[in-house]
């Protein structure tokens, strides 16, 4: 079987060069390329003897924009922004408006302390704190053989 192309009077492109303009310009946009990523800040736990540490990579954000919640045993840390760039006295083909929002939710164990949490925001990474109870605080201790 021989393939044959058909150009039918049309050059290089049988859709035009405004067809692909118009949508390589919608799908690489950088709106739609930024906007359609998961913003859910990556996050470190770890475990001591006194404490768990939990921390969370939030650059950009300032203090003021960070929610820490407690409700029971569910500590939540949310965080919504919203930015409008205007610039007066220009007319405008296209404007930006950028927001971000996230919320990341963690099931605390028992044996953590609600009343003792502590948070910390340096350099675009969020620590939370968390102190064990005592009673659950690891004790050594020698046992004697009998």
Request: no cysteine; aromatic share 8%; glycine share 4%.
């Amino acid at each position: 079987m021989t393939l044959v192309k058909f150009n039918n009077g049309l050059k290089n492109n049988a859709r035009g060069p405004f067809f692909n303009d118009v949508f390589d310009s919608i799908l690489n946009d950088s709106f739609l390329g930024d906007k359609l990523v998961a913003r859910i800040p990556a996050v470190n736990i770890s475990e001591t003897e006194n404490e768990f540490q939990v921390e969370l990579a939030v650059p950009g954000l300032k203090k003021e924009d960070l929610k820490i919640s407690l409700d029971k045993n569910v500590l939540t840390v949310s965080s919504e922004k919203k930015t409008e760039n205007v610039e007066e006295g220009k007319k405008f083909s296209k404007r930006e408006y950028s927001y971000n929002s996230f919320s990341r939710s963690f099931t605390l164990p028992e044996s953590a302390d609600h009343s003792k949490i502590e948070a910390d925001y340096t350099d675009g990474i969020l620590t939370l704190t968390i102190t064990k109870k005592e009673e659950a605080k690891f004790q050594s201790r020698e046992i004697a053989v009998k």
